[in-house]
């Protein structure tokens, strides 16, 4: 019996999950071409402080991390293998207000792409690019 693509999305994820009890999600980078204007953007958007560390020869800002909370964390990441687009993979950050955060968007210079939208019960989401040319999605 061959299996469409959504069915076998669905058994490979439901075998993942069986086989490890774990989400996939680990990690995530932003690509970025000017680390500071990308730190101001994300710290003024989301309100958090970054750590600054050069890993294998990339300059990296960390988001912070709480191993206490449910959820991954990330890094903005400069170096040569980082090209910002706004076609490549999509990564959702979580926020407590899609609105609020829209707003901080837009004054922050970045673009509302998809403005917040109901996702069933899963809540709302929505899409912006940052001031750096990623697509970024809210959750």
Known sequence: MLLSS??????????FMKNTGKNIGAYFEIPVTNLERAMKFYSSVFGCDFSK??????EMALFPFNGKNSG?????A?????????????I????EDIEKTLEKVKSQGGEI?????????????A????????RIALF
């Open 6 to 15: 959504e069915n076998f999305a669905e058994a490979t994820r439901n075998t």
């Open 53 to 58: 560390e050069n890993i294998h020869g990339n």
């Open 72 to 76: 991954i964390t990330g890094a903005l």
């Open 78 to 90: 400069k170096g040569k293998i980082y090209k910002p687009s706004a076609s490549g993979t999509l």
């Open 92 to 95: 959702s950050l979580a926020t």
């Open 113 to 125: 792409l998809f403005p917040k939208s109901a996702a069933g019960e899963y809540g709302f989401v």
């Open 127 to 134: 899409e912006f690019k940052d001031v750096e040319g990623n």
